[in-house]
């Protein structure tokens, strides 16, 4: 996710990497490591403030993006997120039930467990997509049907960005040198007449 890069690891640990720092003799820059319990052999879904990270048999974990703290933890059943929105994240069951959690807060806070809000019985729609640009869910099966699901809220009448925007190239910021304490030319302003 633009310039971080999230490596879950079988053996249940999830490492932040800064993919722009680091030295040949420092090794890596790692801005947190979060122990999860749990095989992550899923690849990790991004939204702007959430990292869920899952694997077959271990669930889905809810991290905060920023830090790695552990928000929340499902059944170890339901292990492939399919979406999210700011609010809701999307996840499929081994019986290919449709679950839909809340994003930011666990139902259980003290064991730091998360029960679905709601689901729908799936199972027919068989063949796995998520989708990592925008707030839509896709179902598909393998007789060639594909169905498209949203939020119901005004907030998605239109898709919305869950992945954060990629950061990789900045736009190149201007230097200024000043010498002897004179003031830099500034650039004409375009708008003037």
């Known amino acids: 996710s633009g310039t971080t890069h999230y490596v879950p690891f079988a053996n249940g640990t999830v490492v932040a990497v800064d993919a722009v720092g680091g030295t040949l003799t420092g090794g890596l820059n790692i801005k947190w490591r979060t122990d999860v319990n749990g095989v992550n052999n899923r690849s990790p879904f991004v939204s702007g403030k959430y990292l869920y990270v899952a694997g077959e048999n271990s669930g889905v974990t809810c991290l905060e ?37 809340d994003a930011k807060r666990a139902t ?56 954060p925007a990629a950061d990789v190239n900045p736009p190149k910021k201007t230097v200024v040198e000043v010498r002897d304490g004179m003031e830099p030319k500034k650039d004409p302003d375009p708008k003037a007449p």
């Open 65 to 101: 993006r920023e830090t790695g703290d552990l928000l929340w933890q499902s059944d170890k059943g339901a292990d492939r997120v399919v979406g999210a929105t700011e609010e809701l994240v999307y996840v499929r069951d081994q019986q290919g039930r449709f679950l839909v959690y």
């Open 108 to 163: 259980d806070p003290a064991r730091k467990k998360s029960a679905p809000l709601g689901s729908a019985n799936f199972s027919e729609f068989n063949v796995h997509v998520v989708n990592t640009a925008s707030d839509r869910v896709y179902l598909a099966a393998d007789n060639g049907l594909l169905v498209c699901v949203r939020d119901a809220g005004a907030k998605y009448a239109k898709p919305v960005r869950v992945w």
